[in-house]
């Protein structure tokens, strides 16, 4: 007979473990297998198989509906469930829905069984069919039948070994919980005689069978043997029944009671360790550094530990027995005997301290914790001395109160905010002031500035607290409620918002550091604005004016300038002025480097009379008279000049033609115009004529002019120096040009760009002077106002960098104290958790130092000139690298040093070491710990003009979006990162001090390459 098998293969089982187990039954059989749902219904109808297989859970949908279309069409037909894992709920409820069996996948050999069992009831069930209208009781087979299966799915799921046998001992059947305990198939175990798994030689054996025997059933402890020959102990319950044909079977229900037995031997070992505790414990007690003992009710010690001896000066022996409160400070024993009250009480109290006075009558600070027995009527009491941990707590609070000073005393404005809703527990007085407020300890900075909300300084400071990474803002724009009225007050601040962090590294709040640059910042503002209005005015004047950098370079120039010049000259690039030819008074050409800008910023001084010729880039031939005033700063130096130029060439033509008729002009009254302001003075300065231009700026009438000396419009401003050579160059008939400041009618003053034009008579000589002005008042206080700020500001910029210098060096002296008094610390004490507190505070104080040595540096740097002295390249790099190769962090580091000095290096010693060091300490300490080739490499070349240096690393690298930061002062990539982020800008501005150059090449987890450029100061 061929049985035929339609398999579902969309089931989430493989479909060759299945086909490899049903090759083991004992029929024919055909496979026809189907993949989708769909064709199911007319599989069954054409094939009409004998047994349906399928991997679907019956929980999901398509189960479901395959099952309903079996029981539709065929529901005699066995249906057997192949899965992975199921529940014995869900597998009850699947039986009673019409599934004939399941199999579990990890128990797949039992397939061939199921199978050959599902076919010989579904036989048994078509011949009840058959036999339906001869048999009433065809229903309560059916119901039997389910009742088999229902039975046999607990057999199958249960977690508890189950065998079947019978009474000849052979087993008949094995649920998958055996097969596991005792390592074979079911298969296997249907070939064994019970005899063959069960430990002949246990004890027990023959009570167990004899009592199943009498009884039906029987339950003990026996031995069994896997399949493998081991041996272990189980649980096995035994019981007699008749299934249902009638005969007679053994169930054999198996617990293994191998763990069991292994936490009753760790039982036992752990009662005997327990035992030699209790016999440690004294033993304990006595090598314990704490002093433990057991005081009772009547405060007097009943047991002491040996400790007491070295902590209190006392034997043991010399202690039990006594009143402790003998022993106590007297000034301490009211709290002491106040805390045992309390801890009897219930209290909780976990430690209180309180002083001892030692046999040698020092005094002992000594921590105690104490619990109360009330059934011992004892105190169960350790005692620690604490001696040491008070001396480095007066130390500590020194030094916490020499901080403090410094909080207080700082320039800048600085504040502690604790917690996430940000409150104030530490302010120096500059923070106070800044914000206009006073009582703000314990309050939160919601409460306190409320008005900082919709500028986003909330957000800033909860960004700050969650993520640990410090802010930075530079002359940021916030609004402070000075007089609690609601009007806010501008206050540009330079500010700092980073992390406070607890000993365990956890954020607890954030630490302030800003400083008000208001002053600054609107100084600067008006500067610019003063420049602004410069650049205007000087676009605006009528006449040609131009300005030049300290090398002659053209920066700024007027639309008077461009028509003069022929042509828009190249900013930053051309020098001095563009014209093609430059001609003196008496014909000789001119050199560039001998105009009159390149001698004013040669010489340092305002150049002004030389008149001459010039030839510009269209042809075109005029007559100047070029004025040129250097900038100079407070130090002397010059670093720029503005020239402005007048162009005489109508008015020399109109000089011409009017000392050819000196004579008959002499009467004439000159027809001005609207934009000039003149006035006419006799050869002795008497004025003869003003216009009204002239009037109205002086604020005298023609009348109280006329007739009056030229000095009544004198401020006394200028120089005598500077008025004797205005009258000798008019008195040789030589026109004058220049800026004159005058006095009003009103006392007040006024600057006009002034020209004076000598008439002459028959004889050469001058009879009268003709004096053109524009009013230039606006610019020069412009001017004055810009030369008195940049004087404050460089004053300013010089006592900070005296201030930080000056903290940065009295900051080193109280560092050394703490390091020693660290030191000591260090040597005089044993114990673990002071030795590590003193590392903590020895790291710290490494740190503070380093960033003070830093600071000093740049101070160092920004206050000092350069000394240029011969450098031996190679000595000073290697002696660099071996004075790093001791720190910690070089352990393993090989250094590679590669120097061609082609040419002696000139530069500044102490400077060009400080490059170095930070650039070598930095790739020192950004190496990775993990690598096991990691290398520094030095190089550098140098030639007459430069010095080429290239410091590499294979360290953890640097990632692209902070690498145009790192030369920012105090820039971190992370606050956890090593460093208060100033070396790498001491580096910076070291290298422009020596007129150099960095760049850096950097990436993560490769490494990382600087490459400077400094200039040789050859001495020649």
Known sequence: ?????????????????????????????????????????????????????????????????????????????????????????????????????????????????????????????????????RDNDHSCKIKLSKKEAWLQAIFDNSMEAILIANTDGYVLSANPAACEMLQMTVQELAKRHRSDIVDLTDVNLPRFIRERIEKGRCKGELGLVRKDGTRFPAMVTSVMFKDTFGKERISLTIRDLSKFKENQKKLAKTT?????????????????????????????????????????????????????????????????????????????VRTFENRIIHKNGTIVYTMWSAKWDEDEKLFYCTAKDISEKKRIEKAYEVERQRFLDVYNLSPACMTILKGPNHIFELANPLYLELIGKKDIIGKSVKEVLPELKEQGI??????????????????????????????????????????????????????????????????????????????????????????CDAEGKITCFNNAAVRLWGKEPEIGKDLFCVFKKITSQDGQIIPRHMTPMAIALEEARTVSGYAGTIENAKGETRFILPHVVPYIDSSGKVTGAVNVLTDLTESRAVQKDLELRNRELADYKFALDESSIVGITDQKGIIVHANENFCK?????????????????????????????????????????????????????????????????????????????????????????????????LKTNKELDRFVYSVSHDLRSPLTSIQGLASIIEDETKEPETLEHVQMI????????????????????????????????????????????????????????????????????????????????NAIKYHKD??????ISVKAISDDNILQLKVSDNGIGIPLEY???????????????????????????????????????????????FEIILKNFKIC
């Open 458 to 547: 909330f957000e800033l400071l909860n960004t700050v607290y969650i993520t640990g990474e410090s802010y930075i803002a530079n002359e940021k724009l916030v609004k402070f409620d000075l007089e609690g009225n609601g009007e806010l007050t501008d206050k540009y601040l330079n500010f700092l918002y980073q992390a406070h962090r607890d000993l365990d590294g956890n954020i607890d709040g954030i630490f302030v550091f800003s400083i008000d640059v208001t002053e600054q910042v609107l100084s600067r503002k008006k500067i610019e604005e003063s420049e602004k209005l410069y650049r205007q005015l000087i676009n605006e004047l009528p006449i040609a004016a131009y300005s």
């Open 697 to 793: 700026i002086s604020k005298y009438s023609k009348d109280e002019l006329i007739g009056q000396d030229h000095k009544i419009i004198s401020s006394d401003y200028h120089s005598k120096e500077y008025i004797r050579n205005l009258w000798k160059t008019i008195a040789h008939g030589e026109t004058w040009k220049g800026e004159l400041r005058n006095k009003a009618k009103d006392g007040s003053y006024y600057w006009v760009d002034t020209t004076i034009t000598p008439f002459l008579n028959s004889k050469g000589k001058p009879y009268q002077y003709v004096a053109t002005r524009f009013d230039i008042t606006e610019r020069k206080n412009a001017e004055l106002i810009l030369e008195k700020q940049n004087h404050e500001l």
């Open 1 to 133: 007979m061929i049985i035929k098998v339609l398999l579902l293969e969309n089931a989430p089982v493989e479909i060759d473990l299945i086909r490899s187990n049903i090759n083991d039954v004992d029929f024919n059989y055909i496979i026809k297998s189907i993949k989708l749902i769909d064709a199911l219904e007319s599989a069954v109808l054409n094939l009409s198989p004998d047994i349906i297989l399928s991997g679907y859970s019956l929980l999901d949908c398509s189960g479901i509906e395959a099952l309903q279309i079996r029981n539709k069409l065929y529901p005699s037909i066995p249906f057997i469930i192949i899965s992975e894992h199921i529940e014995i709920d869900s597998c009850i409820e699947l039986l009673k829905q019409g599934v004939t069996d399941i199999v579990l996948k990890q128990n797949i050999s039992s397939l061939p069984h199921k199978l050959s069992r599902a076919l010989k009831k579904s036989c048994n069930t078509n011949n009840d069919v058959l036999l339906k209208q």
């Open 272 to 348: 005997t360790d327990l035992q030699d505790a209790i016999n440690d414990l004294n033993k304990i007690m006595d090598s314990s550094l704490d002093v433990i003992c057991t005081i009772n009710e009547e405060n007097r010690f009943v047991q002491i530990s040996a400790a007491c001896k070295s902590s209190w000066g006392y034997e043991p022996r010399e202690l039990i027995g006594k009143n402790y409160l003998r022993f106590i400070v007297l000034e301490d024993q009211e709290a002491t005997i106040q805390t045992d009250t309390e801890i009897k009480n219930g209290k909780p």
């Open 963 to 1009: 690498q145009e930061k790192i030369f920012d002062m105090f820039f971190r990539i992370s606050s956890k990162a090593e460093g208060s982020g100033i070396g790498l800008y001491i580096v910076k501005d070291t290298i422009d001090k020596l007129e150099g150059s960095i760049n850096v090449c950097s990436q993560v987890k490769t490494g990382t390459t």
């Open 842 to 921: 020895k790291n710290n104080i490494n740190r503070l130092d380093e960033f003070t040595r830093k600071i000093l540096s740049y101070s160092r740097n920004n206050r000092t000139d350069l000394e240029i002295q011969t450098i031996p390249i190679k000595e000073t790099i290697a002696d660099i690298v071996l004075s790093l190769q001791n720190i910690a962090n070089a352990q393993g580091i090989s250094f590679d040093i590669d120097v061609k000095e082609n040419s002696t290096f000139y530069s500044d010693k102490f400077r060009f070491k400080t490059i170095l060091e930070n650039l070598i300490s």
């Open 930 to 935: 993990c690598n096991s080739d990691k290398f």
